[in-house]
């Protein structure tokens, strides 16, 4: 039962009060392609900036229950959100069941509509208030509000004018695709987590990481972690690429899950995760890939005849290889304890 989130905001606004935000862009797009995107939640790290990782957590007709970790002035935050999804009105409801620090309460609405060209209105609205009517924290989360959803408004803007959420079905195989490799391991599913865990001993064990820097910190839920990587890998012609990510780690399902920060010319966003599952004697470690390819960068790096599909190829064999190089690292250190005496 997707629980109904109004005792919790009331218990947690009090008397402090109400903040009120509106935002507005203008798509050329249809309402209908503009609301598919808000209302799909599993494409909101591809789609969002400052949106990491989404999980549904209970789910009934038109309601949910989602944990949501996200950028906010910086800092990687977790919460649990409740929402409303209408599709005949085209809005979609939203309420913060559980808040972090110093937000005691948010809530807003989605509001999609068509306009007189063919293409749409967005309108996103916000109310909170903060802990104790803090007149720093209500600065700091005004400021955090602000930039997300200028952010959130102008990248789905580019993302519904780019052909929504195309994926593998159109003719040029669309410029968001996913894509894993796998490999089987004869040793225990902590010891290959512990590996792919420890990205601060990579430069160490991998021949393609040159340097890493690493930031820990608890996640505000989920029982899991957040990291911050700043990473510089090597190329097969010896130059040296810089990626920043955050990555959510969760020990007791043996995954990882990621979204890069900072992406290349041809991508205008990747997320990925590492997955390690019992297979046979041993488990099977798998890394997923999701692109979305920007047109405009394919044609820049790659000429102006470039297709997305020679794109894809090119990503497809840059992350792949560096995936697989890392699980086979971690197949041997697995199997390299699990034959100890």
Request: a negative charge.
């Amino acid at each position: 039962m997707v629980p109904n989130p109004a005792t919790a905001v009331a218990e947690a606004a009090g008397t402090a009060r109400t903040h009120v935000t509106e935002h507005t862009v203008v798509v050329d797009a249809p309402a209908d392609t503009v609301y598919g995107l808000v209302a799909d939640v599993s494409a909101w790290p591809q789609v969002f900036g400052p949106t990491i990782h989404v999980e549904v957590l209970e789910e009934h007709a038109d309601e949910q229950l989602l944990r949501i970790w996200a950028t906010a002035n910086d800092q990687v935050r977790s919460w649990t959100s409740h929402r409303i999804l209408d599709s005949r009105a085209r809005t979609v409801s939203f309420r913060q069941v559980a808040s972090a620090h110093p937000v005691a309460s948010m809530g807003g609405k989605w509001l999609v509509e068509p306009n007189d060209g063919g293409g749409s209105r967005v309108v996103l609205l916000h109310d909170y208030t903060a802990v104790d009517d803090d007149p720093a924290a209500v600065e700091l989360i005004e400021r955090a509000v602000d930039r997300n959803s200028r952010a959130e408004l102008t990248a789905l803007r580019n993302a519904a004018e780019q052909g929504g959420a195309q994926e593998d079905g159109a003719e040029d195989g669309g410029p968001r695709f996913t894509f894993s490799d796998s490999v089987d391991i004869e040793g225990a599913a902590e010891d290959v987590f512990a590996f792919l865990d420890r990205a601060d001993l990579w430069p160490e064990r991998l021949p393609h990481v040159a340097r890493i820097g690493l930031e820990e910190s608890p996640s505000d839920g989920g029982g899991s972690t957040v990291q911050r990587m700043d990473m510089d890998t090597r190329s097969p012609d010896g130059s040296l690429h810089n990626t920043m990510s955050v990555r959510v780690c969760f020990p007791d399902r043996s995954t990882i899950v990621y979204k890069q920060l900072r992406v290349p010319v041809v991508m205008s966003g990747h997320t990925g995760r590492w997955e390690i599952e019992p297979h046979g004697k041993g488990v099977r470690a798998t890394s997923w890939h999701t692109v979305t390819l920007d047109p405009e960068g394919v044609r820049q790096l790659l000429g102006p005849e470039a297709t997305l599909a020679e794109a894809r190829a090119k990503v497809r064999q840059a992350l792949g290889a560096n995936s697989t190089t890392t699980l086979r690292h971690a197949k041997r250190f697995a199997e390299d304890l699990h034959d100890r005496p």
